[in-house]
């Protein structure tokens, strides 16, 4: 049975880190994502990993995206943070995804269950 469970999520000022990690079981992903959304809104890309990584460009230069393959465990390393980034942050996995789809979605089929991110001004 293939999971994804993320944790790291939590309460954070202005200007702070988190880190969020998501571990699979079941198998193993060459395409692995991280998604937000808040309230009401569409998921919203933030980062990824295939070959190379992905990035929003909201989140550019401020979000790192790694992988431990031994573990089975990605993360992602959240730097100045700021109020707008509290939201909901999923976790999405798949086989290998194509560079022009890897930020949609809707091509991901496994997910984690989410974990919530407050970020306070």
């Known amino acids: 049975q293939v999971q994804l469970v993320e944790s790291g999520g939590g309460l954070v000022q202005a200007g702070g880190s988190l880190r969020l990690s998501c571990a699979a079981s079941g198998r193993t992903f060459s395409s692995m994502g991280w998604f937000r959304q808040a309230p009401g809104k569409e998921r919203e890309f933030v980062a990824a990993?295939?070959?190379?990584?992905y990035y929003a460009d909201s989140v550019k230069g401020r979000f790192t995206f790694s992988r431990d393959n031994a573990k089975n465990t990605v993360y992602l390393q959240m730097n100045s943070l700021k109020p707008e980034d509290t939201v909901v942050y999923y976790c999405?996995?798949?086989?290998?995804?194509?560079?022009?789809?890897?930020?949609?979605?809707?091509?991901?089929?496994?997910w984690g269950q989410g974990t919530q991110v407050t970020v306070s001004s």
């Open positions: 990993i295939a070959y190379i990584r």
């Open positions: 999405a996995a798949d086989s290998t995804i194509s560079i022009a789809t890897i930020r949609n979605h809707a091509r991901y089929k496994y």
